[in-house]
Antibody, heavy 120, light 110 residues
């Protein structure tokens, strides 16, 4: 069965960086886009970015461009999301999500989420 | 980028039908065949319940249905049940506005 296992909660100071991992199993990792989506306290969902299948391309939300980096390690079937120059507004639960079939443009399976708290 | 507009809350009695609207613009909802809906229970990850405007993934109850007209997409839950109490998010994807989400609607079963 599809599994997305995320790393544990993080507490960071403003200006620091955080790197969250998402280990995938139960499907052919190299065939699927993996996305990151976040939900700040009391807010709705916000798309962060994506890791493309084989080839390693990425695409990021315009609002986070320059601060977010998504990488993929095919040897361990793990996707990473690194966010730098953290601000209090980055406090959120970060989810990794598997896209449906190629070109589906939806998220058919989600990880449990990783809480990132940015606080001085 | 501003989120798609959803009502903050919708409520209904068991067995009733409710509809949640999701209003966007000509650059997102109106221009997209990729409208999705997600259900989120407290403490759980979101779950895909509608994709491509009106399609249900395997295992999702027929009581959930989706539609779209112009700038507005809608999710209808028929035969409302206690387990439907959750927050629902719409999402739209276009090349110019990738993966925009709604603000979320909290559904209460009275």
């Amino acid at each position: 069965q599809v599994q997305l296992v995320q790393s544990g909660a993080e507490v960071k100071r403003p200006g620091a960086s955080v790197k969250v991992s998402c280990k995938a199993s139960g499907f052919t990792f190299s065939n699927y886009y993996i996305h990151w989506v976040r939900r700040a306290p009391g807010q709705g969902l916000e798309w962060v970015g994506q890791s493309n299948p084989s080839g390693g391309g990425t695409h990021y939300a315009q609002s986070l461009q320059g601060r977010v980096t998504v990488t993929r390690d095919t040897s361990t079937t793990t996707v990473y999301m690194e966010l730098s120059s953290l601000r209090s507004e980055d406090t959120a639960v970060y989810y990794c999500a598997k896209e449906g079939a190629s070109g589906a443009k939806n998220f058919d399976f989600w990880g449990p989420g990783t809480l990132v708290i940015v606080s001085s | 980028q501003s989120a798609l507009t959803q009502p903050a809350s919708v409520s209904g009695s068991p067995g009733q039908s409710i509809t949640i609207s999701c209003t966007g613009t000509s650059s997102d909802i109106a221009d997209s065949k990729y409208v999705s809906w997600y259900q989120e229970h407290p403490g759980e990850a979101p779950k895909l319940i509608i994709y491509d405007v009106s399609n249900r993934p395997s295992g999702i109850s027929y009581r959930f249905s989706g539609s779209k007209s112009g700038n507005t997409a809608s999710l209808t839950i028929s035969g409302l049940q206690a387990e439907d109490e959750a927050t629902y998010y719409c999402s739209s994807h276009t090349v110019t506005r990738p993966y925009v989400f709604g603000s979320g609607t909290e559904v209460t079963v009275l």
